[in-house]
Protein backbone atom coordinates (compact mmCIF):
# COMPACT_ATOMS: atom_id res chain seq x y z
CA UNK A 1 0.00 0.00 0.00
CA UNK A 2 1.39 3.34 -1.06
CA UNK A 3 0.29 6.67 0.40
CA UNK A 4 1.42 9.83 0.33
CA UNK A 5 0.96 12.46 3.85
CA UNK A 6 1.54 16.12 3.11
CA UNK A 7 3.36 18.07 6.03
CA UNK A 8 4.53 21.50 6.34
CA UNK A 9 7.66 21.01 8.38
CA UNK A 10 10.99 21.95 7.15
CA UNK A 11 13.18 19.10 6.28
CA UNK A 12 15.32 18.61 9.06
CA UNK A 13 11.67 19.37 11.37
CA UNK A 14 10.11 17.12 9.12
CA UNK A 15 12.80 14.11 10.30
CA UNK A 16 12.97 14.94 14.04
CA UNK A 17 8.92 14.86 14.09
CA UNK A 18 9.37 11.34 12.65
CA UNK A 19 12.22 9.88 14.66
CA UNK A 20 10.26 11.05 17.62
CA UNK A 21 6.76 9.82 16.55
CA UNK A 22 8.47 6.49 15.72
CA UNK A 23 9.92 6.46 19.06
CA UNK A 24 7.01 7.15 20.93
CA UNK A 25 4.78 4.55 18.97
CA UNK A 26 7.33 1.98 20.37
CA UNK A 27 7.52 2.62 23.64
CA UNK A 28 3.44 3.07 23.76
CA UNK A 29 2.76 0.14 21.68
CA UNK A 30 5.45 -2.26 23.29
CA UNK A 31 2.99 -5.37 22.10
CA UNK A 32 3.49 -4.78 18.54
CA UNK A 33 7.57 -5.31 18.64
CA UNK A 34 8.11 -1.93 16.19
CA UNK A 35 11.41 -1.84 15.00
CA UNK A 36 12.60 0.73 13.06
CA UNK A 37 15.85 1.42 11.11
CA UNK A 38 17.32 4.40 9.22
CA UNK A 39 18.83 3.25 5.91
CA UNK A 40 19.50 7.20 5.12
CA UNK A 41 18.76 10.74 6.17
CA UNK A 42 15.17 10.35 4.49
CA UNK A 43 14.08 6.86 4.78
CA UNK A 44 13.10 4.68 7.64
CA UNK A 45 12.21 1.18 7.44
CA UNK A 46 9.78 -0.07 10.14
CA UNK A 47 8.72 -3.47 10.86
CA UNK A 48 5.92 -4.68 13.50
CA UNK A 49 3.58 -7.51 14.31
CA UNK A 50 -0.08 -6.59 15.13
CA UNK A 51 -2.16 -9.41 15.57
CA UNK A 52 0.28 -12.11 14.72
CA UNK A 53 0.72 -11.06 11.12
CA UNK A 54 3.94 -8.91 10.27
CA UNK A 55 3.78 -5.71 8.80
CA UNK A 56 6.64 -4.23 6.82
CA UNK A 57 7.04 -0.58 5.20
CA UNK A 58 9.02 2.15 4.61
CA UNK A 59 9.17 5.98 5.14
CA UNK A 60 10.21 8.52 2.93
CA UNK A 61 10.93 12.19 3.91
CA UNK A 62 10.07 14.13 1.02
CA UNK A 63 9.80 18.13 0.68
CA UNK A 64 6.36 18.94 1.95
CA UNK A 65 5.33 15.03 1.99
CA UNK A 66 6.25 11.71 3.77
CA UNK A 67 5.96 8.76 1.38
CA UNK A 68 4.85 5.83 2.73
CA UNK A 69 4.93 2.60 1.22
CA UNK A 70 3.49 -0.88 2.93
CA UNK A 71 3.23 -4.36 2.42
CA UNK A 72 -0.13 -5.21 4.01
CA UNK A 73 -1.40 -8.64 4.91
CA UNK A 74 -3.99 -10.10 3.00
CA UNK A 75 -6.38 -9.58 6.97
CA UNK A 76 -5.40 -5.96 6.69
CA UNK A 77 -6.11 -5.40 3.11
CA UNK A 78 -9.61 -4.66 3.19
CA UNK A 79 -8.85 -1.50 5.60
CA UNK A 80 -6.63 0.23 3.83
CA UNK A 81 -9.11 3.34 4.02
CA UNK A 82 -9.35 3.32 7.69
CA UNK A 83 -5.29 2.66 7.70
CA UNK A 84 -4.69 5.49 5.56
CA UNK A 85 -7.10 8.04 7.34
CA UNK A 86 -5.33 7.18 10.32
CA UNK A 87 -1.71 8.13 9.00
CA UNK A 88 -3.12 11.66 7.61
CA UNK A 89 -5.09 11.86 11.16
CA UNK A 90 -2.28 11.07 12.93
CA UNK A 91 0.48 12.41 11.28
CA UNK A 92 -1.68 15.72 11.08
CA UNK A 93 -1.75 16.02 14.66
CA UNK A 94 2.13 15.64 15.29
CA UNK A 95 2.61 18.08 12.98
CA UNK A 96 0.51 20.50 14.74
CA UNK A 97 2.69 19.87 17.73
CA UNK A 98 5.96 20.54 15.76
CA UNK A 99 4.96 23.34 13.46
CA UNK A 100 7.58 25.49 14.11
Do not use: N
Not at 28 to 33: A, F, L, P, V
Amino acid sequence: MKHTVKHPLAPERARQMLTSLLDTYRDHYKDYDLKTEWKDDDTATVDMCISGRDIKGEVKICDGSYEVDMELPLFFRPFKGRIRKGLDEEIERWCEQWAE
